[in-house]
């Protein structure tokens, strides 16, 4: 079976409908802290790339819970899941800290190109991407970041489609936990491996993504921010925060045959 794909723009980055003002889906809050499900398509808040958006996660999390909310880490606009935000200057300031001494566990699950088997860690410096208005200030001259990632292989799977000069399209689902923050880290260390993230407009391949979008129906990058453990900034009880697999990858699960999903 062969797809003729001259008719399928690349892939974008937006899986989130904004016609109508979203209401998320609030995992835990106390007096201190609140988290949300973010989906793909949201900015965490405005930004230099901004200009035709309508919605923000922060204000609709103001909005939402009526009090003003401090961001303590980011997810890029196309990545879903937990969203992590405090409740004062303060506790932002302890919960940033705690992300800079990697006390945080984050944990992501990425669907790629090709059959990525095993585990391992990669550990690949990265040359931060500046853009000429929103980085104005910054230094061209910045050296690479140490950057590593933890991954492990959770399943593989191919269809029976030739696409360009291959006999099958192959995927594999990524468990990962970086242990760093550096600008697109997982998105970029996978396109290190050759396992680009599917959807990854940046990073990506230029058919694969296409044929997703005609194959499965929708576009959107395939990297979901699934946990956060951390220790309570103020009470110190551990906290475990946990997004499920949203319609459009339990879509692809069916399609791939995968029914044993953790």
Known sequence: ????????????????????????EILYQDEYLVAVNKPAGLFVHRSYMDKDEIYFALQLVRDQIGQYVYPVHRLDKPTSGVLLFALSAEVAHIMGQSFTDKTIKK?????????????????YPIKENLDKFGDKNVSRHKEPQQAQTAYQSILTASLPISLG??????????????????RHQIRRHLA?????????????????????????????????????DFVH?????????EVKFDQQWLHVFDKLKWHCIP
Not at 1 to 17: C, F, H, N, P, V
Not at 18 to 23: G, L, T, W
Not at 205 to 228: H, S, T, V
Not at 233 to 241: C, R, S
């Open 107 to 123: 944990t992501y699950y990425a669907l790629t190109r090709g059959h990525l088997l095993g585990n391992d860690t990669i550990d």
């Open 233 to 241: 900034p103020i009470t110190n009880v551990k906290i475990a925060l």
């Open 192 to 228: 290190h491996l050759r396992h680009p993230i599917i959807g990854d407009i940046n990073y990506g391949d230029n058919k694969q993504n296409p044929f997703f979008r005609e194959y499965f129906g929708f576009k959107r990058l395939m990297l979901i921010a699934k946990n956060l």
């Open 1 to 24: 079976m062969k797809l003729d794909l001259r008719q399928i723009d690349s892939a974008g980055e937006s899986g989130l409908a904004v016609d109508v003002k979203p209401i998320l």
């Open 165 to 182: 000069k291959f006999d099958t399209v192959r995927y594999s689902l990524i468990k990962l936990e970086p242990s760093t923050g550096r």
